[in-house]
């Protein structure tokens, strides 16, 4: 698997994603019904640091041993945000930025599921 591409990915979707919700969490949240736009721009903090990250180590050898907490750490979020969104989609949510949204972070968990259990190969 290319580690960089997934991580470069990833990176891009995570801080487009809290970007927006750092400069527009008023709207994201009215959209999205969500409580409070402090605790959304909180979030929006959480995703774009955690896509610096994945940008700062996109270059890197990961899997297997190698760079173990990234893989982790990606995989986590990915997985556990993929399905509570596919809990929110059986239950009938049927908004386009859900749907969309799910099948992202099951494409990234699989990615990253890939990448952690599996020997990483070295490509020059």
Known sequence: MNTKLLLTASAVVMGAAGIAGTFAPAEIANALQFGSPVVLQLLAALLFAFAMVNWMARGSLIGGIYNRPVAVGNLT????????????????????????????????????????????????
């Open 77 to 124: 979020h990915f997985l556990i945000g993929g399905l509570a969104l596919i809990k929110i989609v059986a239950a009938g949510e049927r908004r386009v930025a859900f749907l969309v949204a799910t099948a992202i972070y099951i494409v990234f968990a699989l990615g990253f599921a890939a990448v952690l259990f599996r020997s990483p190969v070295q490509r020059d």
